[in-house]
């Protein structure tokens, strides 16, 4: 850019995390995550031996990056759909990288995105399973749900899903289910399984001490710790998970001390038909079987996965009430 040649190192999430100089070499910017996929904390940069530390707001959009040397808080605003007059980069809307070349499009991995259009700017590469509209982002509901690399998996299920549920009224109702009624039940699916998605991702990163599901090297594996965020980054350390991996992983919410969640982890492992199905070398309580029968421990309080219950519910209350499905048919 401007006759200056970056090249960007990216880690296996395709998330940048170096920069250096095309033609020198020299390391010039550095960028540490947490685990998200978009979840950027810090900018080092090497040249100014600088750090900055960037605020996210809960979508995972940057509002705020705190120099390390003065202690400025420089603050940014977003529209609806991510425009702002004030994110200069490198990251903004959504944790995004903003595309120096593009003047402010955001690289989303699978395809640019134009916060001024609100719209992606290539078609969905799973083409017409995220929705008719090809270019569309988040079902036209940026204020509830977001997209980190330009697909949306669960928002597409959830999409297909309601189309399933719609039919299905309008069979019991005795109705025609067009193309037209099956593209307004995917766009409500869309939605709302992006809003319980959203919601699941914060919970899980209020969990702090519980157990962990990970899909490891070695095949799945389920594990405690009282710091379960922590020791996931211990284990894509050591290689024994990938990031996708740890990103991706089922985390449950276990309180009151080491033995609870030993108690929770060997239900758990139980349920998923013991140590021999599973990466697992031990049985966490061992001899101690008595503590399986004691109600008070190893209570699960909360849990990151999605709530597919109330995805469900929403869809069909949403179904009825805007009579998606029965009112843009015919009565057979």
């Known amino acids: 850019m401007n006759g200056t040649t970056t090249v960007f190192v990216t880690d296996a999430g395709n998330r940048e995390v ?7 070499g020299a390391i010039q910017r550095w960028y540490a995550y947490g685990l998200g996929s978009n979840d950027v904390l810090n900018q080092m940069n090497v040249a100014s031996a600088t750090r900055a530390t960037f605020v996210p707001d809960i979508q ?4 705020g990056s705190l120099d390390s040397g003065s202690g400025t808080l420089s603050k940014i605003g977003y529209l609806p759909y991510g425009k702002s007059a004030s994110a200069s980069g490198p990251f903004g809307y ?3 990288r903003i595309d120096p070349e593009t003047s402010g499009l955001y690289y989303y991995r699978a395809r640019h ?13 799973i083409a017409y399973a995220g929705g008719i509209h090809l270019y569309a982002y988040v079902g036209n509901d940026p204020l509830n749900a977001a997209d980190p690399d330009g697909r949306c ?15 299905g009224i309008a069979r019991l109702t005795g109705q025609e289910y067009g193309l037209g009624s099956a593209a307004i039940d995917f766009g409500i699916g869309f939605a709302t399984s992006g809003i319980a998605a959203l919601n ?6 209020q969990i702090v001490e519980g157990l962990y599901d990970v899909e490891a090297v070695a095949g799945r594996y389920i594990g405690q710790s009282g710091d379960v965020q922590g020791r996931l980054a211990k284990h894509v350390g050591s290689g024994r998970i990938t990031e996708s991996a ?7 919410e276990v309180l009151g001390g080491q033995t609870s969640r030993e108690v929770a982890e060997q239900r758990l492992i139980d349920s998923s038909g013991g140590v021999p199905s599973l990466a697992n070398k031990l049985n966490p309580v ?5 503590l399986l029968n004691d109600p008070t421990l190893g209570v699960i309080s909360n849990s990151n996965l999605v709530n597919w219950g109330g995805v469900i519910a929403g869809d069909v209350v949403a179904d009825v009430l805007t009579m998606s499905s029965p009112a843009q048919g015919k009565t057979k």
């Open 246 to 252: 740890a990103q991706n992983a089922n985390l449950y």
């Open 18 to 24: 170096l920069e250096y100089d095309g033609a020198s």
């Open 94 to 96: 959504t944790g995004q």
């Open 60 to 63: 995972g959009s940057v509002i």
């Open 200 to 205: 699941a991702a914060r919970r899980g990163a």
């Open 113 to 125: 995105y134009s916060p001024a259009w609100g719209r992606f700017l290539q078609t969905d590469p």
């Open 153 to 167: 998996p669960t928002c597409i299920v959830g999409g297909l899903l309601n189309i399933g549920i719609g039919y």
């Open 286 to 290: 061992g001899g101690r079987l008595n």
